[in-house]
């Protein structure tokens, strides 16, 4: 494994194991699996429902709590001071544990600056180890960054080979805010397993187009949190630290970027609708 230092000096695993769209009663059956498999950084949200799934693989797991990092998301329906704190209450319950090592605000949406002033009064009560912010483009993520007191560590943003967001981690290194990729792999959008790019570069390495994917982005100093169900996909998922990109492969890589949103397109309407009327 690899580790990313954070502005707050708190070490991240570079690869990490999502948990959007899993199934909660499945959860901590694919969590259990993926721990067994060697990952550490746990990536849940409350909107998801399967943090308890995600606590129960954890604690069960018998592995001491500090070689963990999990990360959970506040949800936009929990806006207000108030009701992000006790909404962070709810989270550790959940996940049963007594700190949550990195809480994000999960969409920029309602009163996040409330969400934020609660994420930074669980920090500094020793709750929530690291704050940072999900989903914020350029000039939201310098507004928050500049009004913060305690800087985000982390914008989980989507990110991978045809968005790669080059402005935004560029515009992020004032505050020193590392980029999480969600949907490293697009979600398989624009049948992203059979890119002839990445297939090929990977056959020189004897990888598949999904570990050439994950170790582009890895070796562009990005987090990736990569979801699957199946445990071989897990395993191949994992396998991606024993070998290097050359500078010319990751040259063509690079060149597949589109800057565009492949999935979560905040531009469109009904992208931001259907996002807002998700409830908890
Ligand atoms: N902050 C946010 O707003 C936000 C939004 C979306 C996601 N996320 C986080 O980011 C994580 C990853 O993003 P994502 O789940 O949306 O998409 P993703 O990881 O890009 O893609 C997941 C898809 O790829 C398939 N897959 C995984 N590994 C594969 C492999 N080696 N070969 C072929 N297919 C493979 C999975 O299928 P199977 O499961 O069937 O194997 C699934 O359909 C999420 O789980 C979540 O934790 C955050």
């Known amino acids: ?15 990490g194991y999502g948990l959007f769209m899993v199934d909660p009663l499945k959860s901590e059956e694919y969590v259990t699996q993926a721990i067994e498999t060697g990952y550490r950084l746990i990536d849940t949200a409350q909107v998801y429902n399967n943090e ?6 954890v604690k069960k797991s018998g592995i001491k709590r500090e070689e963990f990092f ?25 996940l049963q544990t007594d700190y949550i090592d990195l809480m994000l605000i999960h ?8 969400i934020y002033m609660a994420l930074e009064t669980a920090y500094k009560n020793g709750i929530v180890k690291s704050i940072g912010i999900s989903n914020f483009d350029t000039g939201r993520y310098i507004d928050i960054a500049y009004h913060s007191e305690i800087k985000p560590v982390i914008n989980q943003v989507e990110t991978h080979v045809f968005n790669q967001q080059k402005k935004l981690q560029k ?3 004032e505050y020193g805010t590392e980029i999480m990729a969600w949907a490293p792999f697009a979600e398989g959008k624009n049948d992203f397993f059979n890119n002839s790019i990445l297939k090929s570069i990977g056959e020189k390495y004897n990888k598949t187009a999904a570990q050439t994917a994950l170790r582009f982005l890895i070796q562009s100093g990005i987090i990736v949190i990569p979801k699957t169900i199946h445990i071989d996909r897990m395993k191949e998922n994992f396998n991606v630290f024993d070998f290097n990109i050359d500078e010319q ?12 949103a492949v999935i979560g397109d905040f531009s469109d309407i009904e992208y931001n609708k ?7």
């Not at 494994?1 to 690869?15: F, R, T, V």
């Not at 969409?107 to 409330?114: A, G, I, L, T």
């Not at 492969?249 to 565009?260: A, F, G, S, V």
């Open 249 to 260: 492969d990751m040259q063509l890589i690079k060149n597949m970027d589109t800057e565009k």
């Open 274 to 280: 259907y996002v807002l009327n998700i409830k908890l």
């Open 70 to 94: 999990i990360v959970s998301k506040i949800w936009h329906t929990n806006a207000g001071y108030d009701n992000a704190l006790k909404s962070i209450e709810i989270s550790l319950k959940k």
């Open 1 to 15: 494994m690899e580790y990313i230092e954070l502005n707050n000096g708190i070490k991240i695993p570079a690869l």
């Open 52 to 57: 308890a799934g995600a606590g129960n693989a």
């Open 171 to 173: 515009a992020m290194q």
């Open 107 to 114: 969409m920029p949406y309602n009163d996040y600056y409330s």
